[in-house]
T-cell receptor, first 112, second 117 residues
Framework: AQSVSQHNHHVILSEAASLELGCNYSYGGTVNLFWYVQYPGQHLQLLLKYFSGDPLVKGIKGFEAEFIKSKFSFNLRKPSVQWSDTAEYFC??????????FGTGTRLTIIP | NAGVMQNPRHLVRRRGQEARLRCSPM?????VYWYRQLPEEGLKFMVY????????ESGMPKERFSAEFPKEGPSILRIQQVVRGDSAAYFCASSSRLRDRGVNEQFFGPGTRLTVL
């Protein structure tokens, strides 16, 4: 079955630390990949997306993600986090159709 | 330039009542998606609609749940005879008909938090 896994449920970091959030999916075909962020009390916003081309994609707010096809992964990274990055982060995948399949989310807490 | 609108933002119902959730897509968008987020879980796809058509309802429970997206007006997700297990956040997303290299980005609304007493 097609699925998306985010193994880190809750990550706590100090400001200026580097961030990497894992996302893996199970499917051998063509996929489109997304990272969404949900700040406290707000709706989901798109951070970045990948559908073809350069596997390293840049998003908003200094985030980037790398698609590694051989590992079925699309990990989210940021070299230096800020307190304002405290939020919940969702990886989502389109498996060849229109609906998004989401991971369970990773709650990121940044300590000032 | 309003985004996706959902109302109400919070809805409280007693068991057995009906819940109606509304979603107005972004201007120019003709595709609507509904997702449900249960506590401590990610979003789960429910249904995908275009104007007057249900395209994919593979995530909808077989009973009590229905969705529509009429020619005029918002999309409606209806839950009849609600039970406590229906308590969740329901998110609507919309996308345009035009494709950006084959992928439509979905824009999300703020969600409706349904509480069933």
């Amino acid at each position: 079955a097609q699925s998306v896994s985010q193994h880190n449920h809750h990550v706590i970091l100090s400001e200026a630390a580097s961030l990497e959030l894992g996302c893996n999916y199970s499917y051998g075909g063509t996929v489109n990949l997304f990272w969404y962020v949900q700040y406290p009390g707000q709706h989901l916003q798109l951070l970045l997306k990948y559908f073809s081309g350069d596997p390293l994609v840049k998003g908003i707010k200094g985030f980037e993600a790398e698609f590694i096809k051989s590992k079925f992964s699309f990990n989210l990274r940021k070299p230096s986090v800020q307190w304002s990055d405290t939020a919940e982060y969702f990886c989502a995948v389109k498996f060849g159709n229109e609906k998004l399949t989401f991971g369970t989310g990773t709650r990121l807490t940044i300590i000032p | 330039n309003a985004g996706v609108m959902q109302n109400p933002r919070h809805l409280v119902r007693r068991r057995g009542q009906e819940a109606r959730l509304r979603c107005s897509p972004m201007k120019g968008h003709s595709h609507v998606y509904w997702y449900r987020q249960l506590p401590e879980e990610g979003l789960k796809f429910m249904v995908y609609l275009q104007k007057e058509n249900i395209i994919d309802e593979s995530g909808m429970p077989k009973e009590r749940f229905s969705a529509e997206f009429p020619k005029e007006g918002p999309s409606i997700l209806r839950i009849q005879q609600v039970v406590r297990g229906d308590s969740a956040a329901y998110f609507c997303a919309s996308s345009s008909r035009l494709r950006d290299r084959g992928v439509n980005e979905q824009f999300f609304g703020p969600g409706t938090r349904l509480t069933v007493l």
